[in-house]
């Protein structure tokens, strides 16, 4: 789950950029969503759905295909922790959503970024201040589309050549 609201919001600032996934997701009619938000430890995934597209998102939510395991870790070492997570899922999914593919192709977006690998390839890292940003909603997209998870044609000439 991408960072959709700064790390301590006000109460107005809950879930406050989801119209920008919104925009990522109808702009990557390929991508699909999973949650690896600490909300995902105290909601299920239809209450986690409902408050990621509530508003103007809802035909979205089925591209909401699940959450990550919880890890259960050292309460003082965070490092690698969401990335452990993400590839567990991965790993557990794979056939169900044909990721059989090496390497995987995924990307994150969160404001930490001692939860993953240094460099972790994966990560679009946002503010923790700020979260999501319209200016981010781009730069997403080309990641999204960089990584092929974007309808794209191949022309003949290069299908031959590849």
């Known amino acids: 789950m991408c960072q959709l609201h700064p790390l301590q ?3 107005e600032e809950l879930f406050s950029a989801t ?3 919104w925009q990522i ?3 990557c009619p390929n991508v699909k969503v999973v949650i690896s938000s600490s909300w995902r430890t105290t909601r299920n995934l239809a209450e986690l759905r409902y408050l990621v597209t509530a508003g103007g998102g809802e035909d ?3 591209r ?3 959450v990550t395991p919880f890890i259960s870790r050292d309460p003082d070492d965070h490092n690698r922790c969401r990335e452990i997570e993400i590839l567990q899922w991965l790993g557990a999914n794979e056939t169900l959503w044909h990721i059989s593919a090496r ?3 995924w990307l994150v977006l969160d404001d930490l970024a001692y939860w993953f690998s240094i460099p972790c390839w994966s990560l679009y ?3 923790y201040r700020t979260g999501l940003l319209p200016a981010d909603v781009p730069r997403v997209i080309a990641r999204c589309r960089l990584l092929n998870f974007a309808p794209f044609r191949l022309s003949a000439a290069s299908q031959l050549s590849q």
């Open 25 to 27: 997701l109808r702009a």
């Open 64 to 66: 909401i295909i699940g």
């Open 9 to 11: 919001p006000r109460p």
């Open 103 to 105: 390497p995987v192709r």
């Open 19 to 21: 119209p920008l996934l």
């Open 60 to 62: 979205l939510a089925e």
């Open 125 to 127: 890292l946002v503010d």
